[in-house]
């Protein structure tokens, strides 16, 4: 499992998986939500300033990338049923989900997180 989570992540900065975890910090993060939920999210900062993240949402390990963001930072995942976003800026994060097709509008999954 552990080998399938670092090709899985290798592939997002396009490292091969050997190369992944030497060339990255991983900070781990645990965020408290709505109703005490618990959001587990990892993130990965690679040496050349690009960024993906893991998470634990809908009982489902998801590989998310770092995308462009007007304030914070914004990662989303590539799924064939729509997208998971994961949203944080300073010690906050909101969750939430995209289908795919166009009529589909963004569905909140986790807010009002916190890691203080």
Request: proline residues 3%; charged residues 15%; negative net charge.
């Given at each position: 499992?552990?080998?399938?989570?670092?090709?899985?992540?290798?592939?997002?900065?396009?490292?091969?998986?050997?190369?992944?975890?030497a060339n990255m910090?991983?900070?781990?993060?645990?965020?408290?939500?709505?109703?005490?939920?618990?959001?587990?999210?990892?993130?990965?900062?690679?040496?050349?300033?690009?960024?993906?993240?893991?998470?634990?949402?809908?009982?489902?390990?998801?590989?998310?990338?770092?995308v462009p963001s007007?304030?914070?930072?914004?990662?989303?995942?590539?799924?064939?049923?729509?997208?998971?976003?994961?949203?944080?800026?300073?010690?906050?994060?909101?969750?939430?989900?995209?289908?795919?097709?166009?009529?589909?509008?963004?569905?909140?999954?986790?807010?009002?997180?916190?890691?203080?």
């Amino acid at each position: 499992m552990k080998a399938l989570k670092t090709a899985a992540l290798a592939s997002l900065f396009g490292l091969p998986a050997g190369l992944a975890w030497a060339n990255m910090d991983i900070l781990p993060v645990t965020f408290t939500c709505e109703n005490g939920v618990e959001l587990q999210v990892a993130y990965f900062n690679a040496a050349d300033g690009s960024g993906a993240a893991a998470m634990m949402v809908d009982n489902q390990l998801v590989a998310l990338k770092q995308v462009p963001s007007g304030s914070g930072i914004r990662y989303e995942s590539d799924g064939e049923t729509g997208s998971y976003i994961l949203r944080s800026k300073g010690w906050d994060a909101t969750v939430s989900f995209l289908a795919t097709g166009g009529a589909a509008s963004e569905q909140v999954v986790l807010e009002n997180c916190s890691s203080r």
